[in-house]
């Protein structure tokens, strides 16, 4: 018998918070609630709601550069070859920039977003370059990108069409959706087509 998704609040245990799924608004609703800081991704939040379910004490991450605010004129560059600068966001000015480079079939993706995390001092030119060949990856119907671990969800239903490839989209979305609320880890299993 599963056991149903306890109620995100102060009072939950550790291992209760660790056991299911939330999405990333629940965290960061909660973080709010409770006044630690709801910025960063998924995992990042989920360590600092942890964090504070073990020990009581919000800690607020302090920023990269010693507690001094980014500044956040943001700006194009005068020439492609310029380092993305530290204090770049996906913001709408650059959707327009790469826009124009790239063309209007650009769109920001979490792969990018994990490339220049693992690349820091990358230039603008070398952006675009990683993009376009990600993007031609991406036509060739073999190609399957590596799932980020905060995607459970994309994971799932990867795995599950793989599985099942002649279930429907709704059918991997109800499966999905049962998974999600019951306690243990969110990764698909043969046996997930079996629970109702």
């Known amino acids: 018998m599963t056991q149903k998704r ?26 709010r609630e409770i006044g630690i800081s ?18 009581g004490k919000i ?12 500044g956040n004129i943001q700006k194009t560059p005068e020439n492609i070859n310029e380092v993305i600068p530290d204090n770049y966001t996906s913001s709408q000015l650059f959707r327009e920039y790469f826009k124009s480079i790239i063309g209007q079939h650009f769109h920001f993706t979490a792969y990018m977003k994990k490339y220049m995390e693992t690349h820091p001092g990358i230039t603008f030119k070398e952006y675009v370059n990683e993009w376009q060949a990600e993007y031609e990856r991406r036509k060739n119907k073999n190609y399957h990108p590596k799932i980020m671990k905060s995607c459970e969800y994309n994971q799932y239903i990867r795995d599950f069409f793989k599985d ?14 049962i ?11 043969k046996s997930d087509i079996n629970i109702q």
Do not use: H, M
């Open 38 to 55: 709801g910025s960063g991704g998924k995992i990042e939040i989920a360590g600092r709601i942890e964090k504070y379910l073990k020990t």
């Open 59 to 70: 800690e607020n991450k302090k920023s990269k550069n010693g507690g001094k605010k980014r």
């Open 6 to 31: 306890p109620k995100l609040n102060k009072n939950i245990s550790t291992k209760d918070f660790q056991d299911f799924y939330w999405l990333k608004v629940e965290l960061v609703d909660f973080c």
């Open 179 to 189: 998974k999600k609320s019951t306690r243990g880890n969110n990764i698909y299993k």
């Open 164 to 177: 099942n490839p002649n279930k429907t989209r709704n059918e991997a979305i109800k499966y999905w959706k």
